[in-house]
């Protein structure tokens, strides 16, 4: 097996595979030359999973299908592999959550969460489809024609191209294979177009070769493009998520995690609350991509690793919050405000003194003063302060750098308004909230029940230094 990391494909040694799948967050899964299942990790390496299949999709960590040789449908729980609704010859799952699939019948059909919906034909028989989000599908017909699912008008569209095999990530990047194995890169002139803008905003170089984390970026919670401006945040609704919880954490719509009362862990399946066995915590934090960190109650810090389970990660004192914006941006704080990040193998420290901090999906950092508590953003060097809310906060979450939200000692809750350089209190009262990459709120009200809420955020202005 070989990958590509910047600029040339590395050997990847250990493993013979006749598939292999990568999601957006660098997650990788295969199916060896003997129909076992197999994960890589940077750390373990690879690693055999009980099961057998005969192709594999990944869409992140957390979001992980399978077809059998009899065209069994199976989704991975973090555990095993829980057999789903009817039968595939091939399935795909995107970075945002969406599976496509193709039906021994040849049908293309596309999962809801409660069941299969046909989509309307190409006109050919695809034998192979790739999804990388809901607005982003190829497939490849058995003449080896490729389409590309035009998800306005719900048609698919010939693409001018032979090719054995394509794949497409969550931004839209699109990877094909011509009959002499050659791979040819294709991308949208919009994608091109805000990427570039991206790149000129001083964003993208804080995640160098971590393209995907950009592209998840360019689209709002529903899948659809970004223009030039965001829409107003409304709370137009209120999703009970029946369960009682002390913390909660956010890293998108398809990513939660929370702590009942006892420090038990649960993770939200679209549907309902799951518990996680093998730990009791006492802080949890979920990123974007899936990653999950957290603190037990003997004061380890730890993450769960959808293959492993728990993982003790190294702590450097004593922590007692921990902030996951991504697999590569962990962030945590001591009880006498030291502020640290994770760098891979061990924490480095970073100045200033903080109560509480919080990393976001694209690579942006808050927390809240040791001294003030009042609410203060990262620049990559030095801290900033924002203007003060009027009470003093407690709890600060940001999902991404113009989706910040806060919470003060009486429950009072504020949201950041960057156009404005300012804050807006929020006609509610919450113990906790949480907010992810893609502008989905969580909070927990006075009687510790989780609530749902849609929005999205909007520009940044400056803010002023503040010296720890």
């Known amino acids: 097996m070989h990958q590509f990391p910047v600029q040339r494909w590395e050997s990847v040694p250990g493993q013979r595979l006749r598939h292999v799948a990568v999601g957006h967050d660098g997650t990788v899964w295969g199916i060896n ?5 197999v994960h890589f990790d940077s750390t373990h ?3 055999v999973v009980p099961g057998h299949a005969k192709q594999i999709s990944c869409g992140s960590a957390v979001d992980v299908w399978a077809v059998t040789t009899d065209r069994d449908v199976l989704r991975w729980t973090g555990k095993g592999w829980r057999q789903m609704p009817g039968t595939l010859q091939y399935v795909s799952v995107g970075g945002d959550g969406s599976v496509w699939g193709v039906t021994p019948q040849n049908d293309i059909v596309w999962w809801n969460r409660e069941g299969w919906i046909t989509r309307p034909s190409a006109g050919v028989a695809l034998r ?5 989000n809901r607005d982003a599908v190829y497939g490849v017909s058995e003449e080896n024609d490729v389409y590309k699912w035009d998800a306005t008008k719900e048609t698919w569209n010939h693409v001018d191209l032979k090719t054995k095999d394509v794949s497409v990530g969550l931004d839209g990047m699109a990877l094909a294979v011509d009959g002499s194995s050659t791979q040819f890169r294709a991308k949208e002139s919009k994608l091109k177009e805000h ?6 905003s001083g964003i993208y170089e804080r995640f160098p070769n971590v393209e995907d984390k950009i ?3 360019l689209e709002d919670k529903w899948g659809r493009m970004l223009e030039n401006e965001w829409t107003t945040p409304t709370f137009i609704s209120f999703t009970k998520m029946a369960r009682q919880l002390q913390k909660i954490s956010v890293g998108s719509s398809v990513s939660m995690w929370g702590l009942g009362n006892e420090g038990e862990p649960y993770r939200w399946t679209g549907e309902q609350w799951e518990p996680v066995p093998g730990q009791r915590l006492r802080h949890v934090s979920v990123g974007a991509d899936g990653a999950m960190w957290g603190i037990n109650d003997k004061d380890k810090v730890v993450r769960f690793d959808g293959v492993h ?8 004192g004593i922590f007692k919050q921990i902030s996951c914006g991504s697999t590569v941006d962990v962030w945590a704080s001591s009880a006498n405000g030291h502020v640290y990040r994770w760098m891979g193998r061990d924490w480095q420290r970073i100045e200033g003194c903080v109560r509480y901090v919080s990393a976001g999906g694209d690579g942006a950092v808050w927390g809240i003063d040791y001294e003030t508590n009042n609410a203060i953003r990262w620049d990559g060097q030095r801290w900033h302060f924002a203007p003060p809310v009027g009470v003093p906060l407690r709890r600060v979450s940001i999902g991404n750098r113009n989706a910040v939200y806060a919470v ?5 809750v504020y949201k950041w308004k960057p156009t404005e350089h300012s804050w807006e209190h929020i006609s509610l009262k919450s113990k906790d909230v949480s907010v992810g990459l893609d502008g989905t709120v969580i909070t927990i009200d006075q009687k510790e029940e989780a609530t749902s809420h849609p929005n999205q955020p909007q520009e940044e202005k400056r803010e002023r230094v503040c010296v720890c």
């Open 128 to 132: 192979r489809i790739s999804v990388g």
């Open 309 to 316: 389970g728990w993982v003790v990660e190294k702590g450097r």
């Open 33 to 37: 030359v003997d129909g076992q299942v």
């Open 408 to 412: 003060g000692e009486d429950n009072t």
């Open 195 to 200: 990427m570039a803008a991206w790149q000129s």
């Open 45 to 47: 390496g690879w690693t």
């Open 215 to 217: 592209g998840l970026l």
